[in-house]
Protein backbone atom coordinates (compact mmCIF):
# COMPACT_ATOMS: atom_id res chain seq x y z
CA UNK A 1 0.00 0.00 0.00
CA UNK A 2 1.50 3.49 -0.76
CA UNK A 3 1.58 5.80 1.74
CA UNK A 4 2.31 9.59 1.16
CA UNK A 5 0.72 13.09 2.44
CA UNK A 6 -0.79 14.99 -0.59
CA UNK A 7 -0.80 17.66 2.15
CA UNK A 8 2.58 18.28 3.67
CA UNK A 9 2.52 17.93 7.27
CA UNK A 10 3.31 20.83 9.26
CA UNK A 11 5.76 18.76 11.28
CA UNK A 12 7.38 17.72 8.67
CA UNK A 13 8.42 21.22 7.70
CA UNK A 14 9.50 22.25 11.13
CA UNK A 15 11.90 19.34 11.04
CA UNK A 16 13.29 20.30 7.85
CA UNK A 17 13.71 24.09 7.72
CA UNK A 18 16.40 24.23 5.07
CA UNK A 19 14.13 23.17 2.51
CA UNK A 20 11.79 25.10 0.91
CA UNK A 21 8.17 23.81 1.05
CA UNK A 22 6.51 27.11 -0.02
CA UNK A 23 6.53 30.56 -0.70
CA UNK A 24 3.70 32.40 1.63
CA UNK A 25 2.80 35.58 -0.38
CA UNK A 26 -0.74 37.55 0.03
CA UNK A 27 -0.57 38.17 -4.11
CA UNK A 28 -2.03 34.78 -4.41
CA UNK A 29 0.64 33.71 -6.70
CA UNK A 30 1.20 30.06 -6.45
CA UNK A 31 4.10 27.57 -7.57
CA UNK A 32 3.30 24.77 -10.24
CA UNK A 33 6.62 22.29 -10.83
CA UNK A 34 7.23 19.43 -13.07
CA UNK A 35 9.43 16.85 -12.47
CA UNK A 36 11.31 13.95 -14.50
CA UNK A 37 11.52 15.59 -18.24
CA UNK A 38 12.09 16.92 -20.63
CA UNK A 39 9.57 13.98 -22.18
CA UNK A 40 8.77 14.34 -25.77
CA UNK A 41 5.12 14.96 -26.88
CA UNK A 42 4.47 15.05 -22.57
CA UNK A 43 6.07 18.08 -21.63
CA UNK A 44 5.34 19.64 -25.09
CA UNK A 45 1.77 19.25 -24.01
CA UNK A 46 2.50 20.89 -20.93
CA UNK A 47 4.43 23.94 -22.60
CA UNK A 48 1.32 24.82 -24.71
CA UNK A 49 -1.33 24.25 -21.54
CA UNK A 50 1.03 27.05 -19.74
CA UNK A 51 1.42 29.17 -22.73
CA UNK A 52 -2.77 29.47 -23.07
CA UNK A 53 -2.90 30.70 -19.03
CA UNK A 54 0.35 32.85 -19.70
CA UNK A 55 1.62 30.71 -16.10
CA UNK A 56 5.20 30.40 -15.96
CA UNK A 57 6.25 27.23 -13.80
CA UNK A 58 9.46 25.55 -12.98
CA UNK A 59 10.75 21.88 -14.53
CA UNK A 60 13.12 19.81 -12.18
CA UNK A 61 14.40 18.20 -14.94
CA UNK A 62 16.79 14.80 -15.09
CA UNK A 63 19.75 15.04 -16.68
CA UNK A 64 19.55 12.08 -19.02
CA UNK A 65 16.67 13.48 -20.26
CA UNK A 66 18.32 16.87 -21.04
CA UNK A 67 21.60 14.91 -23.11
CA UNK A 68 18.32 12.83 -25.06
CA UNK A 69 16.29 15.78 -25.84
CA UNK A 70 18.36 19.12 -25.48
CA UNK A 71 16.04 20.89 -28.19
CA UNK A 72 13.13 20.10 -25.67
CA UNK A 73 15.01 21.31 -22.59
CA UNK A 74 15.77 24.90 -24.19
CA UNK A 75 12.22 25.27 -24.95
CA UNK A 76 11.63 25.37 -21.50
CA UNK A 77 13.82 28.00 -21.02
CA UNK A 78 12.63 29.75 -24.59
CA UNK A 79 9.18 29.89 -22.89
CA UNK A 80 10.57 31.80 -19.76
CA UNK A 81 10.18 28.66 -17.33
CA UNK A 82 12.57 28.09 -14.78
CA UNK A 83 14.56 24.86 -14.24
CA UNK A 84 15.99 22.93 -11.39
CA UNK A 85 18.43 19.76 -11.39
CA UNK A 86 16.58 16.21 -9.97
CA UNK A 87 20.00 14.26 -10.29
CA UNK A 88 21.21 12.51 -13.63
CA UNK A 89 19.53 9.58 -13.05
CA UNK A 90 16.79 10.34 -10.73
CA UNK A 91 18.18 8.45 -7.88
CA UNK A 92 17.11 7.66 -4.38
CA UNK A 93 19.10 9.67 -1.77
CA UNK A 94 18.67 6.95 0.41
CA UNK A 95 19.59 4.59 -1.33
CA UNK A 96 22.65 5.77 -2.86
CA UNK A 97 26.16 6.21 -1.22
CA UNK A 98 27.11 10.25 -0.52
CA UNK A 99 29.92 10.13 -2.88
CA UNK A 100 27.67 8.52 -6.05
CA UNK A 101 24.43 10.75 -4.81
CA UNK A 102 26.49 14.00 -5.32
CA UNK A 103 28.39 12.78 -8.59
CA UNK A 104 25.34 12.35 -9.84
CA UNK A 105 23.68 15.99 -9.31
CA UNK A 106 27.40 17.04 -10.97
CA UNK A 107 26.75 15.29 -13.50
CA UNK A 108 23.13 16.51 -14.62
CA UNK A 109 24.70 20.37 -13.26
CA UNK A 110 26.79 20.32 -16.20
CA UNK A 111 24.48 19.13 -18.75
CA UNK A 112 22.02 22.46 -17.57
CA UNK A 113 24.95 24.32 -17.59
CA UNK A 114 25.55 23.13 -21.51
CA UNK A 115 22.20 25.12 -22.29
CA UNK A 116 21.92 27.10 -19.12
CA UNK A 117 24.10 29.58 -16.82
CA UNK A 118 21.25 27.94 -14.29
CA UNK A 119 22.11 30.78 -11.37
CA UNK A 120 19.10 30.13 -9.26
CA UNK A 121 20.55 26.58 -8.86
CA UNK A 122 17.29 25.07 -7.34
CA UNK A 123 17.38 21.07 -6.71
CA UNK A 124 14.86 18.56 -5.99
CA UNK A 125 15.62 15.48 -4.50
CA UNK A 126 14.08 12.03 -6.30
CA UNK A 127 10.79 10.94 -3.99
CA UNK A 128 11.80 13.80 -1.44
CA UNK A 129 14.52 11.45 -0.12
CA UNK A 130 17.78 12.98 0.68
CA UNK A 131 20.32 12.32 3.60
CA UNK A 132 21.70 15.29 6.01
CA UNK A 133 24.85 14.80 4.81
CA UNK A 134 23.56 15.47 0.78
CA UNK A 135 21.65 17.76 1.77
CA UNK A 136 24.41 19.95 3.93
CA UNK A 137 27.20 19.69 0.67
CA UNK A 138 24.33 21.07 -1.90
CA UNK A 139 23.60 23.44 0.14
CA UNK A 140 26.87 24.85 0.77
CA UNK A 141 27.45 24.88 -3.29
CA UNK A 142 24.52 27.02 -3.43
CA UNK A 143 21.47 24.92 -3.80
CA UNK A 144 17.97 25.42 -3.04
CA UNK A 145 16.58 22.49 -1.65
CA UNK A 146 13.02 22.91 -3.06
CA UNK A 147 10.22 20.22 -1.77
CA UNK A 148 6.38 20.81 -2.15
CA UNK A 149 3.21 21.93 -0.26
CA UNK A 150 1.14 19.68 -2.69
CA UNK A 151 1.73 16.68 -3.84
CA UNK A 152 -1.03 16.15 -6.58
CA UNK A 153 -0.05 12.48 -7.72
CA UNK A 154 -0.03 12.28 -11.10
CA UNK A 155 1.89 9.35 -10.86
CA UNK A 156 -0.04 7.24 -8.80
CA UNK A 157 -1.46 4.78 -11.10
CA UNK A 158 -4.02 3.52 -8.77
CA UNK A 159 -6.22 7.02 -8.46
CA UNK A 160 -8.39 8.32 -11.04
CA UNK A 161 -7.48 11.58 -12.54
CA UNK A 162 -10.65 13.27 -11.04
CA UNK A 163 -9.02 12.23 -7.78
CA UNK A 164 -5.65 13.48 -9.19
CA UNK A 165 -7.34 16.82 -9.58
CA UNK A 166 -8.99 17.12 -6.11
CA UNK A 167 -5.90 16.61 -4.53
CA UNK A 168 -4.64 20.02 -6.56
CA UNK A 169 -7.33 22.10 -5.65
CA UNK A 170 -8.80 21.23 -2.39
CA UNK A 171 -5.49 21.47 -0.93
CA UNK A 172 -3.55 24.34 -2.64
CA UNK A 173 -3.20 28.23 -1.05
CA UNK A 174 -1.85 31.20 -1.61
CA UNK A 175 2.32 30.07 -1.82
CA UNK A 176 1.57 26.75 -2.33
CA UNK A 177 4.58 24.74 -4.29
CA UNK A 178 2.60 22.12 -6.32
CA UNK A 179 3.99 19.17 -7.94
CA UNK A 180 3.48 17.45 -11.11
CA UNK A 181 5.47 14.93 -13.49
CA UNK A 182 5.53 15.50 -17.41
CA UNK A 183 6.22 11.90 -17.38
CA UNK A 184 5.08 8.81 -19.83
CA UNK A 185 3.97 7.09 -16.42
CA UNK A 186 2.44 10.21 -14.88
CA UNK A 187 0.65 11.72 -18.38
CA UNK A 188 -3.07 9.63 -17.94
CA UNK A 189 -3.52 11.71 -15.01
CA UNK A 190 -1.82 15.07 -16.18
CA UNK A 191 -3.27 15.46 -19.12
CA UNK A 192 -6.87 15.79 -17.59
CA UNK A 193 -5.76 17.45 -14.11
CA UNK A 194 -2.96 20.25 -15.60
CA UNK A 195 -5.68 21.86 -17.84
CA UNK A 196 -8.84 21.93 -15.40
CA UNK A 197 -6.64 22.89 -12.54
CA UNK A 198 -5.23 26.02 -14.52
CA UNK A 199 -8.80 27.10 -15.76
CA UNK A 200 -9.98 26.55 -11.47
CA UNK A 201 -7.16 28.19 -10.53
CA UNK A 202 -7.29 31.34 -12.83
CA UNK A 203 -10.98 31.62 -11.92
CA UNK A 204 -10.78 32.03 -8.32
CA UNK A 205 -7.69 34.79 -8.95
CA UNK A 206 -4.94 32.91 -8.42
CA UNK A 207 -1.15 33.45 -10.98
CA UNK A 208 1.15 30.96 -11.45
CA UNK A 209 4.98 31.59 -11.21
CA UNK A 210 8.26 30.33 -11.68
CA UNK A 211 10.57 29.55 -8.47
CA UNK A 212 13.56 31.95 -8.56
CA UNK A 213 15.12 32.32 -5.24
CA UNK A 214 18.79 33.44 -5.44
Not at 58 to 72: Q, S
Request: glycine share 4%.
Amino acid sequence: MKFYWIKTHFFIKKVFPRYVWSLPNSKKIVYLTFDDGPTPKITDFVLSELSKFKAKATFFCIGANIKKHPNLFAEILADGHQIGNHTFNHLNGWQTNNEDYLENVLLCENEIEKISNNRYKLFRAPYGKIRSFQANILLKKGYKIIMWDVLSADFDTSISREKCLKNVIDNMQSGSIIVFHDSVKAFPNLEYTLPKALAILKDRGFAFEAIELK
